[in-house]
């Protein structure tokens, strides 16, 4: 026995098989589906958009830690996810240019400058897609219309037209304009699926996003078709699923992410509603991202058999009283 | 749901890797010689009571407690001491200890006779005598335990939640009757009515016969646990169990114990060579261990001498693999059992396992930042947030880590075990408690 060389660590001596990279492998094969869809709906420049953006998100991030000499984090996959991620936020005649610089500020700006995975304070994709919705309004808003797509949805997103004209099968199966991730429910769905089979995700975000929605604009129309339109149109689904889960910006424990999930559920509702845009969700997943330390703050678990501090608090007072009196 | 809310608690799917459930015990060879180290327990160390030279047999007492939360020590051969001196123990403290050269007759000392068991007082006389303490792993003397008064159920812990050990698993199925015999006389002796027995489902071999075998006996029932680690764990035991909590502070302002909520728990080896002692009066002088890992030839559960060194265990189960190079011995289980720096340490009281891992099983993965992932979270027994913790910890905040219950942490491993960064959760913990705990201490002297 060569007991020199034996290693000695602390406990635990084990460790499972998670990895940063393969959970985000986990949400790349869960937007698989949304890729495929997007390219039967929209054609195969959807899949260049997707390409250019992944290798820009990438090399944008190879290229920031080569110039500061920090380790090369590529190899966590978490650059292709915000890649496609992305991709999918554009509509599909995108320039290519504007894509690049979508994940410039996506990765540079976002992630990389606030130091990187773990660190950033929104969803680096989420402020891609707000950045080029403003800076870049009309082509952002430049749907494409599937040729199968029926008549009443040749105006705008379903959000602007009046959804009792629009069919709920055409909405699931993503026959209507909208960003190239966004239309395909059905697609959404199954990755969901797959995040929450392999656990990579729970279902309390999306849950709870999903449904203060539908309950929302349910007491709103007291119409169903109008609310699983209204469900479906937009990037309700998608921003739900992939986006407000992002680990790093959403709160911790799942009273969190329940009181996260509502709280963006109903912004989306507010701005859809009162606000000037047809689209609410990113800005409602943007403002949930900001105020998740508060989230954090408020919804710590309960340790098992924690003594309330209540008595601690009481005797510094009378410390404090105690020790005033002496002063006194 | 409404429990998740409140705290997720869902512990962490280790591997089980219970290969040697099913191997018999075996009794291991005596070795040449044993060292006794006199601290194998919580509490003050047992001071010597030989002396070099002194002739010594099976059960002869050679430690005596050293104060009321002490344990006294036991000969676990029978033969000559070499010496008595100080030592390195394997956690890196210092203690006495007392090595025996054995005579490999193994007589047993004649003053070793079943004891006369009457009531509260006596059982607890028995159990000192016995130098039982908590074979699980923590090693706290038993008698002080079950000196409370406030207790009205015992929690057998056969949960065996550590992979690869199964030294319990052994002990149901090989010494059934005398488990249920130290059952029935903590239960009749210390007052205490009700009695139960948690078995991870793991072990469905073992809830069948803790099941036929505990019909009969009144307020004894056997509670099949979940397979999560750790359910062994003493306070995720009871509440599983009796669905209480036990308090973080006691009405005193110490840390709570399990009496505080009526339970007190023992690990179903520990009651069993209690009902060993009753029966003919050996104290506990032997120790079954699980040797188990990639690296031993022949693993199974052997019934070591207490003293016996690592390198004579590892030589008793056919040594190492000869194309396999060794790389970490564990004592104890691979969740919170500890590393050895060679195999010339001995096997204690409460040691269970000892297992030995080629250099590849040992590798650990480098560390990688913080995904802020919240499954350390989502697996902490106790309901801590150790993600939180760690950036209070860094910050040196007093107030949020006692907000944030640090000195709750049990230092299971498990949220280490979940990181999918690979970063060391637990060690960051431990550092935090024990930072906590010194301010905590500084405060109180202020």
């Known amino acids: 026995m060569e007991e020199q060389r034996l290693i000695v660590t602390a406990s635990p001596h084990i460790r499972d098989?998670?990895?940063?990279?393969?959970?985000?492998?986990?949400v790349i094969i869960a937007l698989v589906p949304s890729i495929v869809a997007a390219a039967f709906i929209f054609g195969m420049r959807s899949l260049l958009v997707v390409g250019v953006t992944v290798a820009a998100c990438v090399g944008f991030e190879y290229l920031y830690t080569l110039l500061l000499k920090k380790p090369n984090p590529v190899g966590d996959l978490s650059a292709v996810v915000t890649g496609i991620i992305l991709a999918l936020n554009v509509p599909v005649n995108m320039p290519?240019?504007?894509?690049?610089?979508?994940?410039?500020?996506?990765?540079?700006?976002?992630?990389?400058?606030?130091?990187?995975?773990?660190?950033?304070?929104?969803?680096?994709a989420l402020i891609g897609r707000i950045a080029l919705f403003v800076g870049f309004a009309t082509r952002m808003t430049d749907y494409v219309y599937p040729d199968m797509a029926v008549d009443a949805l040749a105006t705008a997103t379903p959000l602007a037209v009046d959804a009792g004209g629009v069919s709920l099968l055409d909405m699931f199966l993503g026959l209507h304009g909208g960003?190239?991730?966004?239309?395909?429910?059905?697609?959404?769905?199954?990755?969901?699926?797959?995040?929450?089979?392999?656990?990579?995700?729970?279902?309390?975000?999306?849950?709870?996003?999903?449904?203060?929605?539908?309950?929302?604009?349910?007491?709103?129309?007291?119409?169903?078709?109008?609310?699983?339109?209204e469900l479906m149109a937009g990037g309700l689904l998608f921003?739900?699923?992939?986006?407000?889960?992002?680990?790093?910006?959403?709160?911790?424990?799942?009273?969190?992410?329940?009181?996260?999930?509502?709280?963006?559920?109903?912004?989306?509702?507010?701005?859809?509603?009162?606000?000037?845009?047809?689209?609410?969700?990113?800005?409602?997943?943007?403002?949930g991202n900001l105020l998740t330390p508060w989230?954090?703050?408020?919804?710590?678990?309960?340790?098992?058999?924690?003594?309330?501090?209540?008595?601690?608090?009481?005797?510094?007072?009378?410390?404090?009283?105690?020790?005033?009196?002496?002063?006194? | 749901m409404l429990k998740g809310l409140k705290r997720s608690a869902k512990g962490a799917r280790v591997p089980h890797e219970k290969a040697t459930a099913g191997m018999a015990t075996v009794k291991m060879p005596v070795p040449q010689h044993v060292v006794i180290p006199m601290q194998?327990?919580?509490?003050?160390?047992?001071?010597?009571?030989?002396?070099?030279?002194?002739?010594?047999?099976?059960?002869?007492?050679?430690?005596?407690?050293?104060?009321?939360?002490?344990?006294?020590?036991?000969?676990?051969?029978?033969?000559?001491?070499?010496?008595?001196?100080?030592?390195?123990?394997?956690?890196?403290?210092?203690?006495?200890?007392?090595?025996?050269?054995?005579?490999g007759h193994q007589t047993l000392d004649p003053a070793c006779t079943p004891p006369v068991v009457t009531d509260k007082d006596s059982l607890l006389v028995a159990i000192r005598a016995c130098g039982l303490v908590g074979l699980g792993g923590a090693g706290f003397p038993t008698a002080v335990k079950l000196a409370a008064n406030t207790?009205?159920?015992?929690?057998?812990?056969?949960?065996?939640?550590?992979?690869?050990?199964?030294?319990?698993?052994?002990?149901?199925?090989?010494?059934?009757?005398?488990?249920?015999?130290?059952?029935d006389a903590v239960m009749k002796y210390c007052d205490i009515p009700n009695c139960i027995i948690g078995i991870e489902r793991n072990k469905p071999e073992c809830i069948d016969l803790m099941f036929s075998l505990t019909r009969d006996m009144p307020g004894v029932s056997v509670k099949p646990l979940p397979m999560r680690y750790p359910q062994g764990a003493e306070k995720t035991l009871i509440e599983t169990?009796?669905?209480?909590?036990?308090?973080?502070?006691?009405?005193?302002?110490?840390?709570?114990?399990?009496?505080?909520?009526?339970?007190?728990?023992?690990?179903?080896?520990?009651?069993?060579?209690?009902?060993?002692?009753?029966?003919?009066?050996?104290?506990?002088?032997?120790?079954?261990?699980?040797?188990?890992?990639?690296a031993i030839a022949k693993p199974g559960n052997l019934e070591a001498p207490i003293g016996a060194l690592y390198r004579d265990v590892i030589e008793a189960c056919g040594g190492i693999k000869p194309d396999v190079e060794l790389g970490k011995i564990i004592f104890g289980g691979p969740m919170m059992g500890g590393a050895a720096p060679s195999a010339d340490f001995p096997v204690l009281k409460q040691n269970n396992g000892l297992l030995l891992l080629s250099r590849k099983a040992a590798a650990l993965p480098e560390a990688e930042p913080c995904i802020r992932c919240g499954r350390c979270i989502q697996a902490c027994p106790m309901g801590l947030e150790p993600v939180v913790i760690a950036e209070n910890f860094k910050n040196r905040d007093f107030d949020a880590l006692q907000a944030r219950c640090i000195d709750l942490c049990v230092a299971c491993g498990s949220c280490t075990y979940v990181c999918p960064a690979k970063r060391p959760v637990s060690q960051t913990m431990a550092l935090a408690k024990a930072w906590y705990l010194k301010e905590k201490n500084g405060k109180a002297g202020k």
Not at chain 1, 96 to 109: P, R
Not at chain 1, 239 to 258: E, I, L, N, Q, R
Request: glycine share 12%; net charge positive.
């Open chain 1, 17 to 26: 098989n998670s990895t940063t990279r393969g959970l985000m492998g986990n």
């Open chain 1, 96 to 124: 290519l240019w504007i894509c690049v610089v979508g994940a410039f500020i996506a990765i540079v700006i976002v992630k990389q400058l606030f130091g990187g995975i773990g660190y950033n304070f929104a969803n680096p």
């Open chain 1, 179 to 229: 960003m190239m991730g966004e239309v395909c429910a059905l697609a959404i769905l199954l990755g969901l699926a797959y995040l929450l089979a392999t656990r990579t995700i729970g279902f309390a975000i999306p849950g709870s996003i999903v449904i203060t929605m539908f309950v929302l604009t349910f007491a709103a129309t007291r119409d169903l078709h109008a609310t699983l339109v």
């Open chain 1, 239 to 287: 921003g739900a699923v992939f986006m407000a889960t992002d680990y790093v910006t959403s709160p911790f424990t799942t009273g969190g992410k329940v009181i996260y999930g509502i709280f963006i559920g109903l912004m989306t509702f507010l701005i859809r509603n009162f606000g000037s845009m047809n689209e609410g969700m990113s800005f409602a997943i943007l403002l």
């Open chain 1, 295 to 328: 989230f954090n703050d408020w919804s710590h678990q309960i340790p098992l058999g924690r003594t309330k501090q209540k008595k601690a608090k009481k005797e510094k007072a009378a410390a404090a009283s105690a020790g005033k009196g002496g002063a006194a």
């Open chain 2, 40 to 103: 194998m327990h919580i509490g003050a160390p047992a001071q010597p009571v030989v002396k070099k030279g002194d002739t010594v047999m099976v059960g002869t007492l050679i430690g005596q407690a050293g104060g009321f939360i002490s344990a006294d020590i036991h000969s676990s051969v029978s033969g000559t001491v070499l010496d008595v001196a100080p030592m390195r123990m394997v956690n890196g403290t210092v203690c006495k200890a007392v090595a025996i050269k054995a005579d």
């Open chain 2, 151 to 183: 207790i009205d159920t015992l929690v057998i812990n056969a949960a065996e939640c550590e992979p690869y050990l199964t030294t319990d698993t052994r002990e149901m199925l090989e010494c059934s009757d005398t488990i249920l015999s130290g059952i």
């Open chain 2, 241 to 294: 169990c009796t669905g209480r909590e036990v308090p973080q502070t006691a009405p005193n302002g110490k840390g709570g114990i399990p009496a505080d909520c009526g339970c007190v728990v023992m690990n179903v080896t520990s009651v069993s060579t209690l009902g060993k002692y009753l029966k003919t009066g050996i104290p506990l002088v032997t120790k079954r261990i699980t040797v188990d890992g990639d």
